[in-house]
C-alpha cells in the first residue's frame, strides 16, 4: 500500500457517512481509480482487459473484495480483510455470483455513473446481477476525492518537485537538430532520474509559432532554431498524476510568442 492503513480507514468512514446521507446501502466500483482509492491496491495488471475486479463498500461494516485469484495474495497483503476470489478468465461465470452474492443484502447501491466514469465489466455480466436500485454516485465520489489528506497533499507535492527539477534540465538537453522522439526519450529519462515511477503520459508540440497539436506521438522532424517546445508531462508517483507542461523556446522567440507569452504572464 502507498499510504498507511489508517488513511484507508479515514476513506472508507468518509465514503460511509456520505452514503448514510445520501441513503445508498452501498458502493459498488470497478474502476482503477477508485479501486486504489479505497483499497490501496496497485498494480499495472489493470491494462489488461481481460480481468474484472470488484470492491463492495458497505453503508456500514468492512469493505468486499471480489478479484481474481491472481491478484488475492497482493491484497491479502493490504488493509482489506474480505476478499473473495476466482480462478479468472472464466468462461460462463467470471466472478458474476461471487459479486452478487456480495450484492445481496443491499437494495440501494451507488456506482459512477456521470463524466468521466465507465463500467470495467463486462455489460452482459452487468445486466446478469440481480436486479437494484443502481443510483448515480459520481458527485459524492468526485467529492470525497476533491477533499486530500496531508498525506496525499504530500505525495502530490513530491511528484510536482520531480517533474519541476526534470522540466529544469531541458536546457541542457535541447538542441537544434534533434528530433521530437529524442527530446521526449531524454525526457523521460530526466523524469525517472529525479525519482518519477513512470511516465505514462507525454506529448507536446513545436513550431516557429507555437503548435495546433499536443496530442500525437513524437515524430522524427528536426528541432529548428526559433522552434517553440511544448512538453505536457503525466509522470507517477505511487499512483500520483503530475500533469503540467512547460514551453521552450530553442535559440530565440519570434516577436508574436514574445508578445503572447508577456500577455499570457
Same mark, same amino acid.
Given at each position: #500500500? ?7 480507514? *479515514?476513506?472508507?468512514?468518509? *465514503? ?6 445520501? @441513503? ?7 474502476? !482503477?481509480?477508485? +479501486? ?34 491472481? $491478484?488475492?495474495?497482493?491484497? *491479502? ?13 472464466? !468462461?460462463?461465470?467470471? $466472478? ?8 445481496? %443484502? ?15 465489466? %463486462? ?6 446481477? %440481480?436486479? &437494484?436500485?443502481?443510483? /448515480?454516485?459520481? %458527485? ?7 477533499? &486530500?489528506?496531508?498525506? !496525499? ?24 537538430? #534533434?528530433? #521530437?522522439?529524442?527530446? +521526449? ?11 518519477? !515511477? ?8 513545436? $513550431? ?17 532554431? @526559433? /522552434? ?9 508517483? &505511487? @499512483?500520483?498524476?503530475?500533469? +503540467? ?21
Amino acid at each position: #500500500m502507498d499510504f498507511q492503513t489508517s488513511e484507508y480507514e *479515514a476513506r472508507l468512514a468518509n *465514503a460511509q457517512r456520505a452514503m448514510a446521507r445520501a @441513503g445508498m446501502d452501498a458502493l459498488f466500483i470497478n474502476t !482503477e481509480a477508485e +479501486f486504489r482509492y479505497f483499497s490501496g491496491f496497485r498494480s499495472l495488471f489493470w491494462q489488461s482487459p481481460t480481468r474484472p475486479w470488484y470492491l463492495i463498500l458497505p453503508q456500514s461494516g468492512d469493505p468486499i473484495a471480489v478479484v481474481p485469484e491472481i $491478484g488475492a495474495p497482493v491484497l *491479502a497483503r493490504g488493509w482489506i480483510k474480505d476478499i473473495r476470489a476466482w480462478p479468472s478468465p472464466a !468462461e460462463t461465470d467470471d $466472478g458474476v455470483s461471487l459479486v452478487a452474492d456480495a450484492l445481496a %443484502p443491499f437494495n440501494t447501491i451507488g456506482m459512477a455513473m456521470g463524466r468521466e466514469s465507465h463500467l470495467r465489466m %463486462p455489460l452482459n455480466d452487468f445486466h446478469a446481477l %440481480p436486479r &437494484k436500485n443502481f443510483v /448515480d454516485a459520481s %458527485p459524492l465520489l468526485a467529492h470525497l476525492r476533491f477533499v &486530500k489528506s496531508p498525506a !496525499e497533499i504530500n505525495l502530490h507535492a513530491r511528484i510536482a518537485t520531480i517533474a519541476s527539477d526534470a522540466f529544469d534540465r531541458v536546457p541542457d538537453i535541447l538542441r537544434e537538430g #534533434m528530433s #521530437m522522439e529524442t527530446l +521526449f526519450r531524454q525526457f523521460k529519462i530526466e523524469l525517472l532520474k529525479a525519482g518519477a !515511477e513512470d511516465v505514462p503520459y507525454l506529448v507536446g508540440g513545436r $513550431g516557429p509559432l507555437g503548435y495546433d497539436d499536443v496530442i500525437s506521438p513524437p515524430d522524427d522532424t528536426p528541432i529548428q532554431a @526559433g /522552434d517553440v517546445v511544448m512538453m505536457d508531462t503525466g509522470a507517477t508517483l &505511487k @499512483g500520483a498524476f503530475c500533469d +503540467f507542461d512547460r514551453n521552450f523556446a530553442l535559440g530565440h522567440a519570434h516577436d508574436a510568442v514574445k508578445r503572447a507569452h508577456e500577455t499570457l504572464w
